[in-house]
């Protein structure tokens, strides 16, 4: 089992950046592909972008495509989103999750932490 805790969210104004972390306990974070995934009011879960757990690959959104940066530091065991100009439809709870597949889809991880809040105002 893991346990991923997610921090970083906060109020921000379009255009500006934000850095989401989330951090790993119970096991390692090389055993894992990553991803982050969001959720917007009134919206099903999304997906953002995933790493796979050598680092070596990495998938994103068309919506988020050369905004947002995924990263990983295995010393850290810790995640990370890099958010560059964002935009109010950015708005969401952000979740990490730990899966074994490295994919896109939603049911390709099992571990999930409880999301941070990203506003981006207009």
């Known amino acids: 089992q893991v346990q991923l805790v997610e921090s970083g969210g906060g109020l921000v104004q379009a255009g500006d950046s934000l850095t989401l972390s989330c951090a790993v306990s119970?096991?390692?974070?090389?055993?894992?592909?990553m991803g982050w995934f969001r959720q917007a009011p009134g919206k099903e879960r999304e997906f953002v972008a995933t790493i796979s757990w050598g680092g070596g690959s990495t998938l994103y959104a068309d919506y988020v495509k050369g905004r947002f940066t995924i990263s990983r530091d295995y010393a850290k065991n810790t995640l990370y989103l890099q958010m560059n100009r964002l935009k109010p439809e950015d708005t969401a709870v952000y979740y990490c999750?730990?899966?074994?597949?490295?994919?896109?889809?939603?049911?390709?991880?099992?571990?999930w932490g409880q999301g941070t809040q990203v506003t981006v105002s207009s």
């Open positions: 119970g096991r390692t974070l090389s055993t894992y592909a």
């Open positions: 999750a730990a899966g074994r597949k490295f994919t896109k889809a939603t049911n390709g991880y099992d571990n």
